[in-house]
T-cell receptor
């Protein structure tokens, strides 16, 4: 069984469109993340949720809006897509925080191409 | 600014040789992790070392941490072709244990 899954795996769309990426984890983790990996493989955290509460919100354009309907799901909605949004987006999850860092489990990634 | 920077950016070795990758960071950390990313895949956690630890082993992996120099190294012994991947260090800081990834080292192990 896949621990962290993302859909879709590939997403090709035109500038100005709105799109969503879905993430689900079946590990029973409390914390979920969205990362963006650019063409140079630089991986940058975008958001983190703990028990459905937003705890990390990096400098990300307002066009990006995460939503966590429950602890097992964290979706990413992107409005008015721009060329610079082209990247691979990774979802990840980990156990709760509690003052410790736990290993993160990553999904397979969603390759977004904006034309 | 980027918290972790890795050196070298790329490394090519023969199977059976050892591979050493280094990571330098800028601010105090809670702990440091190493991850592997195979081409086209998500990251896989390898090992975590806490700020009060100096060395840790896991199978063929050996990680060292020098907090005075703000640096860490990952040693893979007796490398295999299957070790070909990108390796990232990730530092944890702050109360929410925010994890920041380094720039990565691309390792190629030639059979």
């Amino acid at each position: 069984d896949t621990a962290v899954s993302q859909t879709p795996k590939y997403l090709v769309t035109q500038m100005g469109n709105d799109k969503s990426i879905k993430c689900e984890q079946n590990l029973g983790h409390d914390t979920m993340y969205w990362y963006k990996q650019d063409s140079k493989k630089f991986l940058k955290i975008m958001f983190s949720y703990n028990n459905k509460e937003l705890i990390i919100n990096e400098t990300v354009p307002n066009r990006f809006s995460p939503k966590s309907p429950d602890k097992a799901h964290l979706n990413l909605h992107i409005n008015s897509l721009e060329l610079g949004d082209s990247a691979v987006y990774f979802c990840a999850s980990s156990q709760g925080l509690g003052g410790r860092t736990y290993e993160q489990y990553f999904g397979p990634g969603t390759r977004l191409t904006v034309t | 600014s980027q918290q972790g920077e890795e050196d070298p950016q790329a490394l090519s070795i023969q199977e059976g040789e050892n591979a050493t990758m280094n990571c330098s960071y800028k601010t105090s950390i809670n702990n440091l992790q190493w991850y592997r990313q195979n081409s086209g895949r998500g990251l896989v956690h390898l090992i975590l070392i806490r700020s009060n630890e100096r060395e840790k082993h896991s199978g063929r992996l050996r990680v060292t941490l020098d907090t005075s120099k703000k640096s860490s190294s990952l040693l893979i012994t007796a490398s295999r072709a299957a070790d070909t991947a990108s390796y990232f260090c990730a530092t944890s800081t702050g109360g929410y244990q925010k994890v920041t990834f380094g720039t990565g080292t691309k390792l190629q192990v030639i059979p």
